[in-house]
């Protein structure tokens, strides 16, 4: 890796959730960055807490990568607590405002209310705005020789808005049907994040994408991580791949973070046996906070 870099990354204790804080070094200045905001249900941990044990005053960029509760988390009360520069959601508020067809569970009625609500205090605030399936669409974020860009999506195109288009004018029975794929494609418009330093590239966050979507990063760039934050909790499973180890001899990185348990991720690597080979370069976020230097 090139010299100068100073950076680090930590990931809170949240169990089987997604939360990362990354902090820049820049000559005197310092950019804290963060991606997800843990589990809205964890109600033994804080995020404004933890975000105040690193002394954080202010978010540069604050990211939602998509619309699952073990992501979104705490984010409206960060939005209360902190300035913010910039945020990243994957849709405006105006595709997700009420009222919502019957079908709609409550955990899925909370998660859009949570952004919703965040997105107006932050647009109080001030803060810059960006869609990743809306307008305008982040491209890049650069703090000095540090860059963090968005990979996927590259594009407007989300199946999500569009079946919450169509279930508006849909019969009962049709919603139901319309309802069950929502909620099955959500992970599909996670968003993709590489973190670089003078083109060395640091960290791939890769949310809970599926599998194809970062084939289609990887046949527009190459990319060789030296941390990559594996999909979906480090799990292939309900009919759907979010990794596979083609990719990860592609991007041969060094260290790589599962947002779970420890006991879980022992189950992981049974399941998908070519990860063993990581270990003991696997930390797990879970049962104990884990900070990663680049220096």
């Not at 930590?10 to 990354?22: K, M, T, Y």
């Not at 067809?101 to 409550?106: G, L, N, R």
């Not at 909370?110 to 990743?132: M, P, S």
């Amino acid at each position: 890796m090139a010299n100068g870099i100073k950076a680090q990354i930590v990931a809170p204790d949240v169990g089987q959730a997604d939360c990362f804080l990354i902090q820049l070094y820049q000559d005197a200045q310092v950019f804290n960055l963060l991606i997800d905001g843990g589990s809205r249900y964890d109600l033994n941990w804080s995020l404004i807490d933890f975000l105040g044990m690193h002394h954080v005053t202010h978010l540069d960029v604050m990211i939602l990568t998509h619309m699952h509760q073990d992501h979104i988390g705490q984010i409206d009360r960060i939005a209360a607590q902190f300035t913010v520069s910039a945020a990243v959601f994957p849709y405006p508020a105006s595709q997700l405002m009420p009222p919502y067809p019957a079908v709609f569970e409550q955990e899925r009625r909370d998660d859009t209310g949570t952004c919703i609500r965040a997105q107006a205090i932050l647009k109080e605030q001030h803060t810059k705005l960006y869609f990743t399936f809306g307008n305008p669409r982040p491209t890049v974020f650069i703090f000095g020789k540090y860059k963090l860009e968005c990979l996927f999506p590259t594009g407007n195109e989300s199946s999500v808005l569009e079946l919450l288009g169509e279930m508006r004018d849909s019969t009962a029975d049709k919603q139901k049907e319309q309802y069950q794929q929502l909620c099955s494609n959500l992970n599909g418009d996670s968003s993709i994040w590489l973190l670089t330093y003078a083109g060395d590239d640091l960290a791939l966050f890769c949310g809970d994408c599926l599998a194809q979507h970062l084939d289609k990063v990887l046949l527009e760039r190459t990319i060789h991580p030296y941390l990559i934050k594996l999909s979906h909790h480090g799990r292939n499973d309900k009919g759907k791949i979010y990794f596979n180890e083609k990719q990860l001899e592609t991007l041969a990185p060094k260290k790589m973070l599962l947002s779970t348990t420890g006991e879980l991720a022992g189950a992981v690597w049974k399941k998908e046996p070519y990860l063993q080979k990581y270990h003991p370069n696997i930390p797990a976020c879970s049962r104990r906070s884990v900070q990663i230097q680049f220096d």
